[in-house]
């Protein structure tokens, strides 16, 4: 019998499977049950020397490997670490593999004296500490972001995982399910190709299902688990859509066993996990024919913006990054960091890569995005590098472009007001002054770029000395219909060109210094979207 045991402070136990702080519900235990979860082979007994445990694992068969030694917890220096060496420690620790040799702390750094490090396992042995490895009590030689960790594999799936059997390539094969501890098969019976797409997702191909019946691949195994599969397409897991007659359950026989060839990926797919619906979820590409992770340095709205666009959404409304903490973290590898899109291309894999396909990063820093749908009335969008610019036939006087880390853009909006000109002057750097005002059409004549999209339509600022653009409500939107043309602005102190000069300044003030355009990028600023416009031909 294995336990699951914590060695400090009073708890709770639930016999056999969990021991924690808190209060029982059912099966699981009230509290965050990722400070320690334990499993041992000495269940209702103390330690002994060489025995481990698995901490900060959000489940009990992942963490960072401890080990006891001298009447104590200690952790295990990744120096060397490999599967050999996480197989061994998930065979003593009661689980049939590894599915993962994990380093540099993945699970958080350490927080106990490192006793071991060097293990070099040959595959036989039966505990860690029959292992080689170098003698124990050497505690200077880790620091505390080199722990060495696992994932081992548990010891039985979760109801609904699916597989393929019999098939000659991994995208196609017998359906098989499992459900409470059996593996069985799904009847073809009301099975469409809604369902099949379903199932192809949830096994990783995203594009969906090319072809399912029942006569392409050999019988499954065990009994008849899924019968009339009812999805709508919008799922990612099969357990998320309707199963009539529960699992078990069926009017059908072993030869309509339902099998599939799902669409393979292609280099460059993109995909979205652990949101709360596919429009959001941490951002994951596929490379060298396997998914991969994202790091977030450099991640920002442009680069979120070409993810949305290329799975089909109008756009991005937040880029995510550091801890995870919308979408949480995986054990896929990460396959690249520092992503500079400028918001235009048509997949994440046309961006440029400042480091190619290399990263220094773990994965709590993977990059995830929010994509705004199509009945998106009121959003957040998470903006850096939001600048303004005036360009005009003088200093301080002219049209207001405006980039919002996807390249500048026109503004148009029919109410443009006062306040809202005293915003976009502050913005660009001039000073904030009651004698700011909006500009006349004929104020603003300067020469334009007829192929620059307008990227607002409405902005709406309250007037507050020294606010920012994306204090103020915008609408977004690359096109729309405009028949007012170009806002403009006269700052205070403003300077036009004499009489009979052409050309056209692009003129931004920081510190009241003229040149340059004026970058407010060290804060992260949310700007409130009120509507989105309708997508139909812009007015030059």
């Not at 050999?218 to 799922?235: A, K, R, S, W, Y």
């Not at 048509?346 to 220094?360: F, K, N, P, S």
Request: glycine content about 12%.
């Amino acid at each position: 019998m294995m336990a699951v045991s914590l060695m400090s402070k009073p708890r709770c136990l639930l016999v056999c499977m969990v021991l924690c702080v808190g209060v029982l519900i059912g099966e699981v235990c009230a509290v965050d049950l990722s400070e320690y979860f334990i499993a041992e082979q000495n269940y209702g007994r103390e330690p002994v020397e060489g025995n481990l445990r698995l901490v900060h694992g959000r489940t009990p068969n992942e963490g960072n490997v401890e080990i006891w030694h001298q009447n104590r917890w200690g952790g295990i220096c990744d120096y060397l670490w490999d599967i050999n060496d996480a197989n061994i420690t998930c065979n003593q620790l009661g689980f049939p593999q590894a599915t993962k040799a994990l380093d540099r702390s993945f699970f958080g750094d350490q927080t106990v004296t490192f006793w071991a490090y060097k293990y070099g396992c040959l595959g036989n042995e039966t505990r860690l500490d029959e292992c080689f490895h170098r003698p124990y009590g050497r505690p200077g030689i880790c620091n505390t972001q080199w722990g060495a960790g696992v994932i081992c594999e548990p010891r039985d799936p979760a109801d609904g995982t699916l597989r393929l059997a019999n098939g000659d390539s991994p995208n196609e094969g017998t359906v098989e399910v499992f459900w409470s501890g059996v593996w069985g098969s799904v009847c073809k019976q009301e099975f469409e190709k809604v369902d099949g797409n379903v199932v192809c997702r949830q096994l990783g191909f995203i594009r969906g299902v090319e072809s399912f019946g029942a006569d392409m691949f050999p019988q499954g195994v065990g009994p008849i688990i899924v019968d009339d599969l009812t999805c709508d397409g919008t799922e990612t897991h099969i357990t998320q859509c309707g199963l009539p007659n529960g699992p078990f359950g069926h009017n059908c026989i072993k030869s309509y066993d339902m099998g599939v060839v799902c669409k393979p990926n292609r280099e460059g797919d993109v995909r979205l996990m652990d949101g709360s619906g596919p429009h959001e979820g941490r951002v994951e590409i596929y490379h060298d024919e396997q998914w991969g992770t994202i790091c977030d340095d450099g991640w920002d709205w442009a680069d979120a913006n070409v993810v949305c666009r290329q799975l089909g959404y109008r756009g991005a409304i937040r880029a995510t990054g550091y801890k995870g903490e919308d979408f949480g973290y995986t054990y896929i590898p990460i396959h690249t960091s520092y992503m500079m899109c400028t918001g235009t291309e048509e997949g994440l894999i046309d961006c440029h890569r400042r480091d190619g396909w290399t990263h220094a990063c773990k994965h709590v820093e993977d990059a995830g995005v929010v994509c705004a749908t199509q009945d998106t009335d009121t959003i957040e969008v998470l903006q850096k590098d939001t600048r303004v610019r005036i360009v005009g036939i003088g200093t301080g006087i002219g049209r207001v472009e405006v980039s919002l880390g996807n390249g500048w853009g026109r503004v148009c909006d029919p109410d443009w007001t006062d306040n809202d000109a005293k915003t976009a002057c502050y913005h660009a750097g001039h000073v904030w002054g009651e004698d700011t005002r909006a500009a006349t059409s004929s104020e603003v004549s300067a020469p334009k770029d007829k192929d620059m999209p307008f990227i607002l339509s409405t902005v709406i600022c309250s007037g507050v000395a020294n606010e920012t653009l994306p204090e103020c409500e915008l609408t977004v939107s690359e096109t729309f219909s405009c028949t007012t043309g170009d806002v403009g602005v006269a700052c205070e102190g403003h300077t036009a060109l004499s009489s009979g000069l052409s050309g056209a300044l692009i003129g931004g003030a920081v510190g009241g210094g003229v040149g340059g355009v004026a970058v407010v990028g060290a804060v992260i600023y949310y700007v409130k979207v009120v509507k989105a416009s309708a997508a139909v031909s812009a007015a030059a």
